[in-house]
């Protein structure tokens, strides 16, 4: 039987990785973790995270280590505690916490204000569509009639 790693993958729905065989590789990703913000961790022989490693060492989830092994161990407390040091280390895809929403955070008045602009500067797309529509309308109908 041959090695495994435990693998972290900080991704909220993890990430298929494709090996030069063909073969793909399924890393589970936060959704699939126990804990909140915890990264999903998935088993994968040692050979073929050497190759993956070494294949996507340029990818922004290895470089920032959204996706990372614990270098000696393939037990999940030493992962986790490894998580943990890296949580300072965000991939920009983490959830919203609701009770502190932080600076991007919108009011409900500020969200429908937005949508009433957006609205407002629709219409005028639909009339010149409406407009195109009924011309071609028009158009067909006049070669028909005058056939």
Known sequence: MSKTVLIACKLPNGIVLDLPNGEK?????????????????THVDESKWM?????????????SQAIFAHNTSDKVADVIDKAA?????????????????????????EGAKAAIEQ?????????????????QAAAVEAATGAA
């Open 85 to 109: 040091d890296l949580s300072e280390i965000k991939t920009g895809l983490e959830g919203i916490d609701p009770l502190n929403p932080g600076d991007k955070a919108i009011t409900v008045e």
């Open 51 to 63: 190759l993956l490693s070494t294949l996507y060492a340029k990818h922004t989830s290895f470089e």
């Open 25 to 41: 590789v399924t890393l589970n990703g936060t959704n699939t973790a126990l804990l909140n913000g915890a990264p999903g961790l």
């Open 119 to 135: 609205a407002a500067a629709q219409p005028k797309v639909r009339v010149k569509k409406a407009q195109a529509k009924a011309d």
